[in-house]
């Protein structure tokens, strides 16, 4: 999961994989990553040797050397575990395929066994990743805030403190540029905060005395005093951690059927061979041992019932599917994954991000009070030189638009940052130095004098309605309006197009609702939920996965909630946050949303090679089984029939490794 040492009481809690034990050295944890699939892969080479010198009779001995030492590293394990389960009377496929492989050495086949335990290995140890990626959710979370935090103490100064130790009522410093590490009310200072990865909006936020702060947001430029309202331990992070938890551990319904499945069928076919070993000497007068006794006859009975088609040929099946989509950049987390995409009907997509790249882009600048002496293209200049100092990310589409004008850069001076607010300086232009200012709308009224503020408050309010993001600068006496939009993903409503011809499309966003309703509108998208908080995103995508079936895309740490238990939670690769990718089904490597409407085909399609490899996988434990019993076939035939059914389901999967 990961190279790195977490500390302690993240590990205890979260039940970590031993690579990212504390207690490790580093050497030692390189080699404590992802050990039980090393450990079967290497038992594959050894088994793979020995079978190829078990045909040179001078290197004979050695061959059965190498195959005990396949027994020993994944035939002892499975056989460690299978014992224990017996002892909690848990009955299930791995126990028969154990009881099988074990088996098989007593009749004489000791390869198949090897076989059977070597795959039956390779596919615990890809479940286990699995299940590790999943905890790895909420180790991304833990890491998103710092473990310290700027305390105020009695004589006025600060110190850092473990957020563990802080309780609430505490007042803390939150410094331009840092996380916020505790949730709490601003009591002093202001400032700009990005929420983007908290609350989806695309645009920082002004927080002042009286405002309420989450942990996890960053402090974008000014000085921030907050005044603690929640521990570490109920802050807005661990209340997401939970989400995330209480959603994983929600199991799929076809998840829950094949597990109950799987264990009626071990437990019946386990009874049946016992029930054949002592009751066909005295039903049908056959002895007890030899090559026609019931004993012989049950363990050919079990070798060919064990459902090696069916634990092995079919995850082939799923692993080909992921294997051809990680060549389209796709990355899967699992074989249900596939065949839950294949039953949705709703896919849902994040906005910031998703079906945007994020990045706000200028597509108007104007004036509000007509008939200024100052050119617009010097008024931009003005504009561009204030932004040229910023860093907020209106600063970068004001520069942007006035380089593609081409614009000059006017001469400030006396420049100064307003946190929270927005920009002042006095242009240098040919009538003189004037005072100019930049920023939101309220960092502007009150410089407007009283008889226009009304007019200008209904303009800016009745563009905002439109779902644009809007800054105004005053200069000298005049008014000048940016507008701004968030940047709809290239080639966006191509993909929307070809996804909606059978699927439904929705939006579920944290941003304001007209500018979600006016990316929603340009898209063609049929629904949109915006204002969301990850709480809401949560309880709609829970009704819509249980009605429907839905498939969510998202990147945000806002996300990771409602893509954990989402049908199928689709994270973005490139933009996507560590929570969301960790807590994501399907993760797209490149952010390529154009092979959505392929990986929905290639799931039916996936759906469609199971059901036949499950129909041959039956059809041939129905021939084998009756005749071994019967002893109308050798033990080998059996063994032959057994392992030829498994070969043929793991060819016909193998056609899903085509990219079409």
Known sequence: MQNTPIIFDEYFEMGLEESASPFLTPNSRKWAKNLSLRASLFSAFLLVISFALHFYPP??????????????????????????????????????????????????????????????????????????????????????????????????????????????????????????????????????????????????????????????????????????????????????????????????????????????????????????????????????????????????????????????????????????????????????????????????????????????????????????????????????ALEQNAVHPIARAIENYAKSHEIKLVTLDEFHSVPGYGLQARALLPQGSTPVYLGSPEHIYSRIPQELQAQIKSKITTIAEQGDLLAVMLLGTHLYLFRFEDTIRPGMKEVLSKIKEKREVIMLTGDHANSANKIGEALGIDRVYADLKPEDKLIIVSELSTERGLAMIGDGVNDAPALARATVGIGMGKVGSAAALAAADVVLLQDNLEHLDWLFNKAKKTQAIVRENLILAAGVILLATTPALMGWIPLWAAVILHEGGTLMVGLNALRLLKKG
């Not at 009749?107 to 076989?115: R, Y």
């Not at 942990?215 to 907050?226: R, S, T």
């Open 59 to 384: 290197l004979m001995p050695l061959s059965y050397v190498l195959l005990i030492g396949v027994y020993f590293l994944v035939g002892i394990p499975s056989l460690i575990d299978s014992i224990e389960d017996i002892l909690r009377f848990e009955i299930n496929i791995d126990i028969l395929m154990t009881l099988a492989a074990f088996a098989s050495v007593l009749i004489g086949s000791p390869f198949e066994g090897a076989l059977l335990l070597v795959l039956f290995a390779i596919s615990g140890a890809m479940e286990e990743a699995v299940e590790t990626k999943a905890k790895s959710a909420v180790s991304a979370l833990y890491k998103l805030t710092p473990s310290t935090a700027w305390v105020l103490n009695e004589d006025g100064r600060v110190s850092p403190r473990s957020v563990k130790d802080i309780v609430v009522g505490t007042k803390v410093l939150v410094k331009a540029g840092e996380v916020v590490p505790l949730d709490g009310i601003v009591v002093e200072g202001v400032s700009s905060v990005n929420l983007v990865h908290l609350t989806g909006e695309s645009l920082p936020v002004k927080k002042q005395v009286g405002d309420t702060l989450p942990a996890g947001a960053a402090n974008l430029d000014g000085m921030l005093m907050i005044d603690v309202t929640h521990t570490n331990t109920d802050s807005t992070l661990a209340r997401i951690i939970e989400l995330v938890t209480q959603a994983q551990e929600a199991k799929p319904k076809i998840q829950r059927w094949f597990d109950n499945a799987s264990q009626r069928y071990a437990e019946i076919i386990i009874l049946l061979a016992i029930t054949f070993t002592l009751l066909l000497p005295f039903v049908i007068g056959i002895p007890f041992l030899g090559v026609d006794g019931s004993l012989y006859r049950s363990l050919a009975f079990l070798i060919a019932a064990s459902p090696c088609a069916l634990i092995i040929a079919i995850p082939i099946a799923y692993l080909s599917a992921v294997s051809v989509c990680a060549r389209k950049g796709i990355l899967i987390k699992g074989g249900m994954t596939l065949d839950a995409l294949a039953k949705c009907h709703i896919l849902s997509f994040d906005k910031t991000g998703t079906l945007t790249t994020g990045n706000l882009t200028c597509t108007d600048f104007s004036e509000l009070t007509p008939q200024s002496s100052i050119p617009t293209e010097v008024a931009l200049g003005v504009a561009a």
